[in-house]
């Protein structure tokens, strides 16, 4: 993103592109009050995200890195994630991901709610209940079955979505731990943190 670019822009531009996006997304989701988009690379865009539409919240899932990349690396992304290719790679990205959002945290702290995947896994209810009043909207007892909802997912991850929450992806990397050599140099001291102890 060109940085000169996004300073000279204006207010009339900036309507002008915050329309196109949800006229891209009323395209897939016509009927929808509300959007999620969790694109992977969408952290990288928060600064801008956050220009065309103000009020937006972002809900930021952190997962133990190891499972974090494991998962990555066994999903056959499209060419623009090319970081997910090689393990190595993957875990210097993620290193980067990571500092990144700490940056944006630090900028739009109001904004960004940080959710742990191992907590939502425990404590569904608990979890979601703190999030849908961080997005300031009423509880409803369907956002616990959310498996049996009609409504359109376009993401790689969309045979989970229809599915309900299972325990059998925490400490999923374990399984490929000797395989693992090239992303836990990538990943520096985040795999400690992660559990990865020196044999």
């Known amino acids: 993103i060109d940085e000169d670019a996004v300073r000279s822009v204006t207010k009339a531009r900036i309507e002008e592109l915050a329309n196109l996006y949800l006229l891209r997304l009323t395209k897939s989701s016509s009927n929808a009050e509300r959007v999620c988009d969790k694109a992977p690379l969408n952290g990288s865009y928060l600064g801008v995200a956050k220009l065309l539409f103000p009020k937006a919240k972002i809900l930021y899932c ?3 890195p190891m499972d974090t ?6 999903q056959k992304f499209a060419s623009r994630h090319t970081y997910s290719y090689e393990l190595k790679s993957l875990g210097a990205y993620y290193r980067t991901f990571t500092d990144l959002m700490d940056h944006w945290k630090l900028l739009f702290p109001e904004s960004i709610r940080e959710i742990r995947y191992e907590e939502s896994v425990e404590d569904l209810e608990g979890q979601a209940r703190s999030i849908i009043a961080f997005l300031g ?6 956002c616990l079955n959310f498996q049996q909802t009609e409504r359109s997912v376009m993401t790689a991850s969309k045979w989970q979505v ?3 929450v299972y325990k059998t ?3 999923r990397w374990r399984r490929y731990e000797k ?13 400690a943190e992660a559990g990865y102890r020196e044999p």
């Open 162 to 164: 229809r599915q309900p």
């Open 137 to 142: 909207l009423e509880w409803s007892d369907s």
């Open 169 to 171: 992806s925490v400490q």
């Open 69 to 74: 990349c494991v998962s990555i690396f066994l």
């Open 179 to 191: 395989h693992l050599k090239p992303l836990i140099e990538g990943l520096g001291g985040l795999a």
């Open 62 to 64: 952190q997962r133990n």
